[in-house]
């Protein structure tokens, strides 16, 4: 049984793959069609991809975290009857106040 790929080298195996053109028709349909030469893919113009945002400019940002801490901060949403996001917005405010900066999130 052969291992699954892994999706962590996905895009370097996609970008190795090589793009092959459809059949030229020839004038003598005698003949087979011919194929052009096969293109590197990374040869193609790279189109940008889009980034999601929410409408109103946020962005998400992604923290790895103990099982500890993870149920600790639940814990405090829960007991404030809050969300994890309000938590959490709440801790980006303070960070902010204790560098000077004014509060954003």
Not at 11 to 22: A, F, H, I, S
Not at 52 to 66: E, K, N, T, Y
Request: hydrophobic fraction near 35%; avoid cysteine; charged fraction near 30%.
């Amino acid at each position: 049984m052969s291992k699954k790929p892994s999706f962590a080298n996905l895009g370097t195996r996609l970008t190795q793959k090589l793009v092959e053109m459809p059949p030229v028709a020839t004038p003598n349909q005698s003949e087979p069609p011919r194929r052009t030469a096969a293109v590197p893919a990374k040869a193609l113009p790279a189109k940008k991809k889009a980034r999601s945002r929410q409408p109103d400019g946020r962005r998400g940002i992604l923290v790895r975290a103990r099982p500890e801490a993870w149920k600790a901060l639940k814990q405090i949403a829960l007991d404030g009857d809050r969300t994890l996001q309000d938590v959490m917005t709440e801790a980006i405010n303070d960070i902010l106040t204790k560098n000077e900066k004014p509060p954003l999130a």
